[in-house]
């Protein structure tokens, strides 16, 4: 197994919107109550005096979505200001990034991938799960301002949806030829909307490379990330397309990171959360930063004998949780 140095950590459970991959139409959420979320200083003790000195020197903010938790810039200063960080990073829909983008890149993040899903609106509304006025245009927006602000790598990621979004492949693929921008497709998992999931299907990512290789060609690529994407490029492109093929390919022998939850439960899978450990409550119990720490090691002891492929048998038990619930 690799060295386990990447901690994702969920914000907020809450999100502006309601995608179609994340959760079904007209769900209802037990969402987390604000007293048991992570305190900015139990989050930043945590990074500090447990999880650096366990290794871990790669961070990205994820949520639900990151923007909507107040106080995130002073978070994304405080673990960017750790000597020992090696990377921060986020995920976002971007629909707040406009007005944020300027102060997040001077508080020291510095890399962002962007949900982006569709190139139309209408479709982009419907998988966003908006009924109201479009949302799209203002998620371009803050895709712009983060091009202009200087995050690099941007990353756009595109979760794929057979009878939904896949006819946008080439059009998505091209936002990599004249822009230094990093598009990556990512297969539907049965995560938050296992109905959609058995009723449409995935598409492979081997379909998709076929696509763009009778358009343009496929040469590898690379760029500077912590995730499972298989990276690729267009010939002559400033960008390139990345590829993460959970569904098709088992990459849990690839696998550096685990994820801690808005409420402080850190997981060590993204489907099993055997072994998970409610930091929040042993925090505001008083325990020690180096009793926690064991256990962390523990944990990464017991990471090495999970396997992503443990879906096929149903035995993770989570595929009604949200992407949010889980941590991102």
Same mark, same amino acid.
């Given at each position: 197994m690799n060295r386990v140095d990447y901690l994702r950590i969920s914000l907020i459970d809450r999100c502006n919107f309601q995608c179609q991959y994340c959760m079904p139409e007209g769900a209802e959420l037990d969402y987390i109550q604000q007293q048991d979320v992570l305190t900015h200083d139990e989050l930043i003790t945590l990074v500090r005096e447990v999880f650096i000195p366990c290794g871990f020197t790669r961070f990205r903010l994820t949520g639900g979505?990151?923007?909507?938790?107040?106080?995130?810039?002073?978070i994304v200063r405080s673990i960017a200001n750790c000597p020992e960080t090696e990377d921060l990073s986020m995920t976002t829909n971007a629909f707040l990034l406009a007005g944020m983008a300027h102060d997040l890149y001077d508080a020291g993040l510095r890399r962002i991938n962007i949900s982006l899903d569709s190139l139309e609106p209408e479709t982009f509304d419907r998988m966003s799960g908006n009924r109201g006025r479009s949302r799209w245009q %203002?998620?371009?927006?803050?895709? %712009?301002?983060?091009?202009r602000v200087g995050f690099n790598p941007l990353k756009l990621n595109v979760v794929v949806i057979p009878g939904i979004n896949d006819h946008e492949i080439l059009d998505l693929a091209a936002l990599s030829i004249e822009r230094e921008w990093h598009v990556r497709f990512i297969e539907f998992m049965p995560i938050g909307n296992a109905g959609l999931f058995n009723h449409s299907g995935w598409v492979n990512s081997e379909d998709l490379r076929q696509q763009i290789r009778q358009r343009w060609g496929l040469t590898e690529g690379q760029v500077r990330g912590n995730g499972p994407a298989d990276v690729f490029q267009i010939p002559g492109a400033r960008g390139t397309l990345g590829f993460i093929s959970q569904m098709s390919e088992c990459f849990c022998d690839r696998c550096n990171r685990m994820r801690l939850s808005a409420d402080g439960w850190l997981r060590p899978c993204l489907l099993n959360e055997t072994g998970q450990i409610d930091f929040r409550t042993a925090l505001r119990s008083g325990i020690s930063p180096s009793t926690l720490q064991a256990q962390v090691q523990q944990l990464l002891t017991f990471k090495s004998e999970i396997n992503f492929k443990q879906r096929e048998s149903g035995t993770t038990g989570i595929y009604g949780r949200t992407m949010s619930q889980i941590g991102g």
């Open positions: 979505e990151p923007l909507l938790r107040r106080g995130v810039v002073d %203002q998620v371009w927006n803050g895709i %712009q301002t983060a091009h």
